[in-house]
């Protein structure tokens, strides 16, 4: 909440209201001297700067057009849409330049600049915040979008929608209103608007006089509302009323036909003087500017033929006319009307100075250009988070009537809690990874994160179920679902609007209630809330809104009880389920401990490593100031206990987030040994592969190609003669601009594009198909013996995928990072941890063209979905170092046992004649003691094992000496220069830790 303004701040404000007042009048006076009386009438035009096709999702830009209407006409105001953000920001710095008079950018952002342009990931939108018990978040969010529209160079935001959305059949509003509650959407449309007010953006408060109470979309037609004034005035004018009384700076009059307010024939409210005029201004007191909805628009168009809509729009009393088409038109019908005295140069005036005053008031007369470099990064950088805290507090529990089936973990953390026996410990174990849990997902995508969080945290058995199914196909799916003690189900990919019951079809309803009926059960909606209507007998209804892999992460956060749970239903569904409705839930579970931070044999008690710190804190900051990586996470475990965890710098050069004990790097090629050489060794433990079997043992595509042969101790020891990389990206990239070709990548997910390679970028799916088949006919060359290769490790990772049945990411999860309790160990990290805690690595000069953080850096891994044996995984100083001390350790930790003595022993040390190899493990050079840089480093004894990544990470253990050694780096940021090869930074703050 605000605090009070005392009497003398009060008097301050009004006075220093008063002076900007005068100014911007000053201003305005100044300014409208310049104009003639055609660049008058454009200082009133709006215009759109791009478009798109509903069907090919092409963007046509108009930027020659406009600038011509800006040279020859001196429009007023220009409308962001469709586009990349950096070529959008550099037509507006363009555009901006070459104006006579400052032109007044918005853009049509209600969930924030992601809603328009690509790259640019969208915020919740308004329907979800109509959730929340708390309206503080949507005065944070319109702060954050207020931020975006100013990197953007835009003034004006047409949001927030403060219509009450009280039909639930509404085409056109629906999830973009706050809800059905009128005073909810006037508090939380305030909240949004004073949120962008106080960042220096103003709002408009639309679609005037209300467009919650249609069924028919005005793009199209035009809607008609037939109430009387009573109603109105009870409802949807209640919302503008007191967005209006606290002061948002605009208003966008919408085309609706009111008979209640005028009832001339097809007078729309937004070219009617009643509702404009008399209505907005005059009864309701409003003294900002006034914007028409867009013009072009069928509903008004087809109405007023011939761009008639111009004048009467400015008639009716609006300031400013949204995209009216033709600018010369548009100028010559208005010289018309007054030329035959149906409007006068005086109201012209009068809104053209207000526009005038308005382009002060928002910056106009001191405009500076945007900077370019960074900026879908600096779009982004915000927005996960907000996302993350908005989905804990407005998923909502909207029925609660089966508690054995919610949360699924509710009463397994009181045992892990206890000391168990060995016997209980096995038991809860297996029970908890490979419980008898079932996932039903409903809708076409196969990759959903919340799937992923169902396999992690309870290894559940995962069936889809599409609309387009039959009904005999429920009866199939009740079989395959028999046996399982709980099921899950989740409904994804529902059309934003409720035509045809939002594509849920009779089978679906059918099978949902069905699993309701006759198992322990919970349904999550992760759509429109309206889409609960068929599902109002279902015993648990979760509805969460969205459809992401953030709210998917939240969601399975609560299911397993780590979460609370606030959120209420801003819309009613049905008699049993009205707005309002949610059942608050605290948290049932605690978060599982992390191996290691309590009561085991990794004690959390630092011990200085004498003076020697002092060294490596000086090798290390030197590293960091001379640019070699820009922070860096150290962890030191001797004897089993942590001696030292330092951090040190930031996460990046740009933006001051420091390098804490949380940070998670990609790991690159640690991946090879904490992922890949982890499960081949349980696979090999539970004797289920040979290290003489072969690759076309265990591989069926492999088979008849000249990879067949080769043994799994040739691929573990890279001696396999295959290539050493292949360069994936090359093959989809331009020759001259290495930028992707088109075709191969699409800002959407879709069947033919659902390989995410990193936010809003997708990757043609059969393109995975193609790439191991380069694999799989490239050469094999036996006249090199050892060839340090990724190949060989991407071949691992699918022998643990056709042994297991599991992917690598999976299998690793549920046979050790799951049993560690870790928290941020894994693939993919965006979907189980905030990007935030992520460090960023390579400014990507190829197919992705962005900042990568939070995906994998290596190209050839992000192409195959992140998930690799040879790169992929990522993880804190920590985990890496809980993972080391197992294999050092020889197989156990906290008394569990994860490898037999005899894997450890066999894997970890030299099994080559010809290189310094372990089995998947790297390990010293032979003649270190002669060698002139020794590797990793002198001091270490023969029987250190480890491996180094290419992102700057290493991670080695020394069972001679019993120290376990982590230094994680992104030394790729923003470039992939070797400073830090180069400084030696990780060999010679080992030369000083085991000096």
């Not at 010559?332 to 526009?355: D, F, T």
Request: charged share 20%; net charge positive; proline share 4%.
């Amino acid at each position: 909440m605000r605090s009070r303004i005392s009497f003398v701040s009060l008097f301050f404000l009004l006075v220093s209201g008063s002076s900007i007042a005068q100014t911007a009048g000053a201003w305005a006076d100044s300014v409208m001297k310049t104009l003639s009386e055609d660049e008058k009438i454009a200082q009133l035009i709006m215009v759109r700067l791009s478009s798109i096709d509903s069907k090919t999702r092409t963007i046509t830009f108009y930027d020659s057009t406009v600038e011509r209407d800006i040279k020859k006409f001196n429009i007023g105001g220009i409308c962001l849409f469709q586009g990349a953000p950096v070529k959008q920001a550099g037509l507006v710095n363009k555009l901006q330049s070459i104006a006579k008079t400052p032109i007044l950018m918005a853009i049509d952002g209600e969930n924030g600049v992601g809603m328009r342009l690509d790259s640019v990931a969208g915020l919740p939108r308004m329907i979800m915040l109509g959730a929340l018990r708390d309206s503080s978040l949507v005065y944070r969010y319109g702060n954050w979008v207020a931020e975006q529209c100013k990197q953007l160079g835009v003034q004006v935001n047409f949001a927030p929608v403060v219509d009450v959305n009280n039909n639930p059949n509404n085409p056109v509003i629906n999830d973009r209103s706050f809800g059905e509650n009128k005073y909810k959407v006037a508090s939380l449309g305030i909240q949004y608007m004073l949120g962008m007010r106080d960042k220096g953006i103003m709002g408009s408060a639309k679609h005037f006089p209300g467009h919650g109470d249609v069924d028919v979309d005005s793009h199209l037609a035009m809607p008609v509302i037939s109430k009387t004034r009573k109603q109105l005035d009870s409802m949807e004018l209640y919302p503008f009323q007191k967005i209006f009384d606290a002061g948002i700076g605009s208003a966008m009059v919408g085309h609706l036909f009111i008979p209640a307010i005028d009832s001339n024939a097809n007078r729309a409210a937004s070219v009617s003087r009643k509702s404009v005029t008399k209505l907005l201004k005059e009864e309701m007191g409003f003294k900002g500017i006034t914007f028409t909805d867009a013009l072009e628009m069928k509903g008004i168009a087809n109405a007023f033929p011939d761009g008639a809509y111009t004048v009467e729009s400015l008639l009716a009393g609006n300031d400013m006319l949204c995209l009216p088409g033709d600018v010369e038109k548009t100028i010559s019908k208005v010289k018309a009307a007054i030329s035959e005295g149906i409007l006068s140069w005086e109201q012209v005036n009068g809104h053209v100075r207000k526009l005038l005053e308005t382009k002060y008031n928002t910056g106009l007369a001191h405009w500076k250009p945007v900077p370019l470099e960074g900026l879908a990064e600096r779009l982004n950088e915000k927005t996960n988070a907000l996302k993350r805290d908005i989905a804990v507090k407005a998923i909502t529990l909207a029925k609660y009537e089966d508690k054995a089936a919610f949360p699924i973990l509710q009463g397994v953390q009181a045992l892990d809690n206890r000391q168990q026996t060995p016997a209980e410990t096995e038991i809860h174990q297996r029970n908890r990874r490979f419980g008898n849990i079932a996932l039903l997902e409903i809708g076409k995508n196969r990759n959903t994160a919340f799937a992923a969080e169902m396999r992690r945290s309870y290894n559940a058995d995962v069936f889809q179920f599409e609309n387009s199914m039959p009904a005999t196909a429920v009866d199939s799916m009740m079989e395959l679902l028999k046996g399982y003690d709980k099921v899950t189900i989740a409904l994804h990919e529902l059309p934003r609007f409720p035509a045809n019951n939002f594509g849920i079809s009779a089978p679906v309803v059918e099978l949902v209630n069905q699993v309701s009926r006759t198992r322990p059960s919970s349904l999550f909606i992760f759509g429109n809330p309206y889409a609960a209507k068929s599902f109002c007998g279902v015993n648990n209804i979760l509805v969460c809104y969205e459809d992401d892999a953030i709210v998917h992460a939240t969601a399975a956060g609560m299911l397993r009880g780590e979460l609370p749970i606030e959120g209420t239903l801003p819309v009613s569904v049905c008699p049993s389920l009205p707005a309002g409705t949610g059942v608050q839930l605290q948290m049932s579970v605690q978060q599982l401990p992390i191996a290691g931070r309590n009561g085991n044999n990794f004690l959390s008690t630092q011990k200085t490593l004498n003076d020697k710190m002092l060294k490596v804190d000086s090798i290390i900051n030197d590293a960091i100031q001379r640019k070699a990586a820009p922070g860096m996470a150290l962890l030191v475990v001797k004897g089993g206990k942590i001696m030292e965890q330092r951090t040190y710098g930031n996460m990046s050069y740009d933006v001051p987030e420091k390098v804490t004990q949380e940070s998670v790097y990609d790991m690159a090629s640690v991946t090879k040994i904490c992922a890949t050489t982890l499960s081949i060794m349980k696979l090999y433990d539970e004797k289920k592969i040979s290290l003489d079997g072969t690759l076309g043992d265990y591989i069926p595509w492999v088979r008849g190609s000249n990879k067949a042969n080769i043994t799994l101790r040739e691929v573990l020891l890279h001696q396999a003669g295959l290539k050493a990389w292949i360069p994936f990206y090359k093959e989809i990239s331009d020759s001259v601009t290495m930028k992707a070709k088109p075709g191969y990548f699409s800002k959407i997910s879709s069947p033919q594009f659902n390989v995410k390679v990193d936010d809003s970028l997708y990757m043609r799916t059969d393109w995975r198909d193609t790439m191991v088949s380069r694999i799989l006919t490239s050469s094999v060359d036996k006249k090199k013996p050892y060839i340090y290769s990724d190949n060989d490790f991407i071949f691992l990772g699918e022998v643990v995928k056709a042994v297991s049945g599991q992917a690598l990411d999976q299998y690793a999860w549920n046979n050790f990072y799951r049993p560690l309790g870790f928290r941020s160990t894994g693939f993919n990290p965006t979907a189980y941890i905030n990007k935030k805690t992520i460090a960023p690595t390579e400014q990507d000069p190829y197919f992705r063209e962005r900042l990568v953080r939070g995906y994998v850096h290596d190209p050839g891994a992000a192409m195959f979905g992140g998930i690799s044996g040879h790169a992929g995984l990522f993880s804190n100083a920590y985990e890496i170092a809980v993972l080391m001390e197992i294999i050092m350790n020889r197989g156990v930790i906290n008394n569990k046992r994860f490898f037999s003595t005899a894997t450890i022993d066999l894997f970890n040390s030299y099994q080559s004649d010809i290189s310094r190899r372990g089995l998947g493990f790297d390990k010293p050079e032979k003649d270190n003691a002669t060698r002139k840089i020794p590797y990793p480093a002198l001091n270490i004894s023969q029987k250190t094992f480890g491996h180094t990544g290419f992102t700057g990470t290493c991670a080695w253990a020394d069972p001679e000496k019993g120290i376990v050694f982590v230094l994680l780096a992104n030394r790729v940021h923003p470039t992939a220069k070797n400073t830090f090869g180069d400084l030696n930074v990780r060999g010679k703050v080992m030369e000083e830790i085991w000096r």
